[in-house]
T-cell receptor, first 112, second 119 residues
Framework: GNSVTQMEGPVTLSEEAFLTINCTYTATGYPSLFWYVQYPGEGLQLLLKATKADDKGSNKGFEATYRKETTSFHLEKGSVQVSDSAVYFCALKASNTGKLIFGQGTTLQVKP | GAVVSQHPSWVICKSGTSVKIECRSLDFQATTMFWYRQFPKQSLMLMATSNEGSKATYEQGVEKDKFLINHASLTLSTLTVTSAHPEDSSFYIC???????????????FGPGTRLLVL
């Protein structure tokens, strides 16, 4: 079946540190991949997406590359800020069902 | 950007009571709304998909008589947890998808979630 696995949090970093949040998936067919972010008290927001292998999604300094050979979509940012503190969800949209399948979320805490 | 609200943001209730959660799209019309549930340290799990004016489609394993969904208008969907029990305690999140002309098929806007605790 379709599933998404993320690294467990919380991830605690100092400001300007490099961020990686790992995400791997299992899917039938060719899914689209997404990263969502949820800031405290707000709804999930789409951060970036990639729709096919080797695509790179990017937004607000965050990047993730769709790696079909390793079934991964790791989220990276070169220099995090305190304002990046949030919960990050990796997700896939299954090509056979069209539904979003989420990982469990990873909490990022950035300290000044 | 598009805003989706949920009410209440958290609720505590006694076992056996029913709880209604509202999901509203504030600045767009949503023909489709989704309800998810998240247990601690687990994934968001899709519970059901509701289309305005028609019956909701429930995911496998979700009891439709326990989780009543009503999508009576293009801006409001409600989830009622009937005869709630402690195992229903969870974080419930809705999302709304605008009418197709306003966004692509992947466009979903999420509410902030409702935390339910059943004692």
């Amino acid at each position: 079946g379709n599933s998404v696995t993320q690294m467990e949090g919380p991830v605690t970093l100092s400001e300007e540190a490099f961020l990686t949040i790992n995400c791997t998936y299992t899917a039938t067919g060719y899914p689209s991949l997404f990263w969502y972010v949820q800031y405290p008290g707000e709804g999930l927001q789409l951060l970036l997406k990639a729709t096919k292998a080797d695509d790179k999604g990017s937004n607000k300094g965050f990047e993730a590359t769709y790696r079909k050979e390793t079934t991964s979509f790791h989220l990276e940012k070169g220099s995090v800020q305190v304002s990046d503190s949030a919960v990050y969800f990796c997700a896939l949209k299954a090509s056979n069902t069209g539904k979003l399948i989420f990982g469990q979320g990873t909490t990022l805490q950035v300290k000044p | 950007g598009a805003v989706v609200s949920q009410h209440p943001s958290w609720v505590i209730c006694k076992s056996g009571t029913s709880v209604k959660i509202e999901c509203r799209s504030l600045d767009f019309q949503a023909t489709t709304m989704f309800w998810y549930r998240q247990f601690p340290k687990q994934s968001l799990m899709l519970m059901a998909t509701s289309n305005e004016g028609s019956k909701a489609t429930y995911e496998q394993g979700v009891e439709k008589d326990k989780f009543l969904i009503n999508h009576a208008s293009l801006t409001l969907s409600t989830l009622t947890v009937t005869s709630a029990h402690p195992e229903d305690s969870s974080f419930y999140i809705c999302s709304a998808r605008p009418e197709l002309r306003a966004g692509g098929p992947e466009t979903q806007y999420f509410g902030p979630g409702t935390r339910l605790l059943v004692l």
